[in-house]
């Protein structure tokens, strides 16, 4: 199997996630990202917030109708705080099951893409962790956060289903040294997302070589980073993310996309989620940013 590579997309890239569906205007169905999806030439999708394309046999069957493949779902919980992980895990179970519903194909199931339900200090403080490690969790927290990871990680195996762990922006596990401290503490393989890690400080292309053994998901988006400087310098709060558009197409930002594709030949097999983290627009930009992405992976023989 370390020959499969599989390319989706997500409804982010579209401007709908669990920011925008039901609370911004312009935010597109479901049954339109889909077909834009499908019409862009990919083969999977990610699943956005529980119930944005529906479920059970409704999801299946859409699914089904434009050859697309469900790639996976983000999921937060609060790892650290094990007295609310009870109600968290019940709520992942629902997650599973649409899993369960929409089947797998291409060789490959979903992967739960599991990240921490952040706090609002690292909201406000986005990409600084790197920098300033008292924004972290001090030791006894992490080990309850592993112990969180390990429980949710578990019901995940008992469901047939491996994890991943998302690091992600504005909330405890966004800095290099939070991912390797999680790597460290746990059993949870991790998606390596281009775009956040380079928000958090660190390297992509030195990441996919220092973690290759435990990376089993990948999130590739490209970043401008002097947008992400700037969000960092002005102690700008995490939705400037977006409103500053600093996710762009593939090969128009910093990342050495090409430097991550040849990485990837040969020592990773998975699926690829392209991702371009947007606020919903009207006029059809993201829906063409996402051919060009296509393209041009298409073009580099993926």
């Known amino acids: 199997m370390r020959d499969v590579v599989v390319i989706a997309n997500a409804p982010v890239s579209y401007?709908?996630?669990?920011?925008?569906?039901?609370?911004?205007?312009?935010?597109?169905?479901?049954?339109?990202?889909?077909?834009?999806?499908?019409?862009?030439?990919?083969?999977?999708?990610?699943?956005?917030?529980?119930?944005?394309?529906?479920?059970?046999?409704?999801?299946?069957?859409?699914?089904?109708?434009?050859?697309?493949?469900?790639?996976?779902?983000?999921?937060e919980l609060p790892f650290s705080e094990l007295d609310k992980m009870p109600v968290a895990l019940r709520e992942l179970g629902s997650l599973l099951d649409v899993f369960d519903a929409a089947g797998s194909k291409n060789g490959l199931k979903p992967k739960p893409t599991l990240a921490d339900i952040g706090s609002e200090l690292r909201r406000s403080r986005p990409g600084q962790a790197a920098k300033d490690r008292s924004l972290g969790f001090d030791d006894e927290t992490w080990k309850k956060f592993a112990e969180?990871?390990?429980?949710?990680?578990?019901?995940?195996?008992?469901?047939?289903?491996?994890?991943?762990?998302?690091?992600?922006?504005?909330t405890r596990v966004e800095a290099p040294w939070e991912i390797?401290?999680?790597?460290?503490?746990?059993?949870?393989?991790?998606?390596l997302d281009t775009g956040h890690l380079l928000l958090g400080g660190g390297d992509p292309l030195r990441a996919m070589r220092e973690w290759q053994a435990r990376i089993n998901h990948l999130h590739l988006k490209d970043a401008r980073r002097a947008v992400v400087e700037a969000i960092v310098r002005e102690a700008a709060p995490v939705d400037e993310i977006w409103r500053r558009r600093a996710f762009c197409r593939l090969g128009e930002g910093d990342l050495d996309v090409d430097g991550m594709l040849d990485e990837i030949r040969g020592s990773y097999s998975g699926w690829i989620v392209v991702e371009q983290d947007v606020l919903p627009d009207a006029d059809g930009t993201a829906a063409a940013d996402q051919r060009a992405n296509r393209a041009y992976l298409a073009a580099r023989g993926f």
């Open 148 to 170: 969180g990871v390990e429980m949710a990680a578990s019901l995940c195996r008992e469901r047939g289903y491996e994890p991943t762990f998302h690091h992600e922006t504005g």
């Open 180 to 191: 390797e401290k999680v790597l460290e503490l746990t059993s949870i393989g991790v998606c």
């Open 15 to 75: 401007g709908a996630f669990e920011l925008t569906v039901g609370i911004m205007p312009d935010v597109p169905d479901g049954a339109t990202v889909l077909d834009q999806v499908a019409d862009a030439g990919y083969a999977g999708v990610d699943l956005g917030p529980l119930g944005y394309f529906g479920y059970g046999e409704e999801l299946a069957s859409s699914l089904r109708r434009r050859s697309l493949s469900l790639s996976g779902g983000f999921f």
